[in-house]
Each structure stands twice: as structure tokens, then as C-alpha cells.
């Protein structure tokens, strides 16, 4: 199947087609649902490349990334964003909606985003979300 994590994520982007949520406080889905229903937002791409990357044994952790000052629903590109970031043979890489891009490290994944998202460099803040607490919300 899948054994890189270049390929995991060009499978995801290939897949599942962006649908952002109505609600942004909305559950994320489970990596299955998302595959199943070929449909979800950051969160759901991010959950499914770290879990089919999780499934080959290589690094993966999602991470929500948001600006510090751009709040609030006014502002332009202000929801925070959910990526995939992971090592392999020594590379770091990032997975944005199932798009897969080698960086120098962290600092280089925030200056991605921040530009992706049109952000400003220093007022990003990653946190690794890997560890939040799973829900059965989301599962088929």
C-alpha cells in the first residue's frame, strides 16, 4: 500500500475531498470516517496521514497551528490550522490537506503555514495535539 510518508499523503489528497465544518468547535472524525465518507477539513486530513503513517510504523503527530493576534470570526483567516508533521530518514516533513512538503525543521513548517494561511512569520503558534483526548463521536 502505502510506505512513505510522501505517498500517505498524496493518497489522503488524492481521497478526500476538503469540506470545511459548518461548526468549527465540531468533533473531529475518526481517520475511518474520513477515508469512508472521502470527505473532511484540516483536522480530518491531518488525523488520517498520521494514522496510515502510524499503521507503517513512521513518525507522525498532528499539530494545530494558529495565529497569535488574527482572532476571532472577522478576521480573515483567523481558524486555526491543522497539519501532520513527522521525520523520515532524518527529513522533516509536513502534510497541509494532504499536502506533503519537506522543511529544515520547525521553524521552516511555521514560515510554510504562515505563508499558506497569510499569517505573519512571528505570530504563529504550533501546538501538538496529538495527545488530545480521542472521541467516539466520529467513529462509524
Not at 47 to 75: F, H, I, M, P
Not at 87 to 98: A, C, D, E, R
Not at 120 to 139: H, I, K, L, W, Y
Request: net charge negative.
Amino acid at each position: 500500500m502505502f510506505r512513505e510518508p510522501e505517498s500517505i499523503s498524496r493518497a489522503v489528497h488524492d481521497r478526500v475531498a476538503y469540506k470545511p465544518d459548518s461548526d468549527p468547535q465540531s468533533e473531529w472524525q475518526s481517520p475511518e470516517r474520513t477515508w469512508d465518507n472521502r470527505t473532511g477539513d484540516c483536522e480530518d486530513f491531518a488525523l488520517a496521514v498520521e494514522a496510515l503513517n502510524k499503521e507503517q510504523g513512521l513518525d507522525a503527530r498532528v499539530y494545530v497551528v494558529s495565529s497569535r493576534t488574527l482572532v476571532g470570526s472577522n478576521a480573515a483567516n483567523a481558524d486555526p490550522h491543522a497539519v501532520a508533521i513527522g521525520t523520515h530518514n532524518g527529513q522533516m516533513w509536513v502534510s497541509s490537506n494532504g499536502q506533503h512538503t519537506e522543511v529544515a525543521g520547525l521553524r521552516d513548517a511555521k514560515d510554510m503555514i504562515a505563508r499558506e494561511q497569510g499569517w505573519f512569520f512571528d505570530d504563529v503558534e504550533v501546538v501538538d495535539a496529538s495527545s488530545r483526548p480521542q472521541s467516539s463521536a466520529g467513529t462509524p
